[in-house]
């Protein structure tokens, strides 16, 4: 990050899926190094206040990203929120005491607000006169879409020890867009719903080509194992890959009908078992336990081409979820090197994790 946008602060807010905390916990104490105070702001959002510095935090998990935790920001003014009308102007004033020496006019930012509770107000009202403050001040532009610093705000109560939120509060802070872990706030990584869908799960394997960098191989060729009823298949053939979709289930018609797909009304194994093609890719979101499919992807590492790619969803039980994936994970690295492991938005028990064949599979061994 930038020298001159290195500002200290010791308290960030992490947010993760709620169903994931006692995993999230874990991964920033590991960070950390020891347990830290934290105040839950809404579930799968917690302050974390820390003894590391967010700088430091950041750069420890931009080299190893986290699973669990998506996004995270920077805490360096806190205002109180009274419900007043001038609760926007006191935000965009602590913006603008962070921002005034710290936005260099050739790096390009935006604003990101998130409000977790009823504040009065709406997240456009934020970030439409913070953004123009800060704007006017620094002379450096607004760009949303690839902005290469974030000016964030989190609107919240915390929770007290029954159920009841108390002073509630906007956090706001500055950060270097790269440190934040997901460019998207909290890092919910959202799609418009597409005529033509075939299923929600379609968001999932957009979500993983986006957040792993995925570049496919027009007029490659891809496997889809467990298929129906098509979602995967239907993005792959959107990215002009030639697909053989494996289900013993239905497709959907649109996915039937399309010549570029050759289905094969068989389960995975069976398929295995016939000695399949090769393959440019191969993607798996079968529900399966993690273990398992994990044993058939090593199997199916044999069939991708020197440079194959796989992407697949590991299925992780309510309990035991770190030493399922764990364990999932070292049977895939006996066959894969593994680029990539995240809890998606759009995963809900279960991880993505991105695959590239291993090297010891290259000479057909």
């Known amino acids: 990050m930038d020298e001159s946008i290195q500002l200290s602060s010791n308290s960030f807010i992490a947010t993760f899926d709620e169903h994931a905390t006692p995993e999230a916990l874990a991964e920033i104490a590991q960070i950390t190094g020891k347990a830290e105070a934290q105040e839950e702001l809404a579930p799968g959002v917690l302050l974390v206040h820390s003894s590391q510095s967010f700088a430091h935090v950041a750069h420890l998990w931009r080299e190893r990203p986290p699973v669990f935790i998506r996004h995270i920001c920077p805490v360096q003014r806190t205002v109180p929120l009274n419900g007043g009308g001038d609760t926007v102007a006191a935000i965009t004033a602590a913006a603008l005491q962070i921002c005034a020496d710290a936005v260099p006019v050739d790096q390009p930012f935006s604003v990101q607000t998130r409000v977790l509770d009823e504040v009065g107000f709406k997240p456009y009202d934020v970030n439409t006169a913070v953004a123009q403050a800060v704007a006017q001040a620094t002379g450096a532009g607004v760009d949303v879409r690839n902005p290469q610093q974030v000016v964030s705000v989190v609107c919240a109560g915390w929770q007290t020890s029954g159920s009841e939120l108390a002073e509630a509060t906007a956090y706001v802070g500055l950060s270097a867009v790269e440190d934040n872990l997901s460019d998207w706030a909290g890092g919910m990584r959202r799609f418009a719903r597409e005529q033509g869908q075939v299923s929600r799960s379609e968001f999932k394997l957009l979500e993983a080509l986006d957040v792993f960098g995925i570049e496919l191989q027009p007029r490659g060729v891809a496997l889809d194992l467990g298929a129906a009823p098509g979602g995967w298949t239907r993005v792959l053939r959107q990215h002009s890959l030639y697909v053989t979709a494996v289900d013993p289930g239905d497709l959907h018609p649109s996915i039937r009908s399309d010549s570029g797909v050759r289905r094969l009304k068989l389960t995975a194994e069976e398929?295995?078992?016939?000695?399949?093609?090769?393959?440019?890719?191969?993607?798996?979101?079968?529900?399966?336990?993690?273990?398992?499919?994990?044993?058939?992807?090593?199997?199916?590492?044999?069939?991708?081409?020197?440079?194959?790619q796989a992407i697949m969803?590991?299925?992780l039980p309510e309990r035991n979820r770190s030493a399922v994936m764990d364990h999932s994970l070292t049977i895939l690295a006996a066959a894969y090197?593994?680029?990539?492991?995240?809890?998606?938005?759009?995963?809900?028990?279960?991880?993505?994790?991105?695959?590239?064949?291993?090297?010891?599979?290259?000479d057909g061994s």
């Open 313 to 315: 969803t590991l299925k």
């Open 271 to 308: 398929y295995l078992s016939r000695g399949p093609d090769r393959f440019d890719l191969i993607v798996n979101d079968m529900r399966m336990d993690g273990r398992d499919s994990s044993r058939l992807m090593a199997r199916y590492s044999e069939y991708l081409y020197a440079d194959g």
């Open 337 to 362: 090197d593994i680029l990539g492991v995240k809890q998606l938005f759009h995963n809900r028990s279960e991880v993505t994790v991105h695959l590239k064949r291993h090297d010891a599979y290259r």
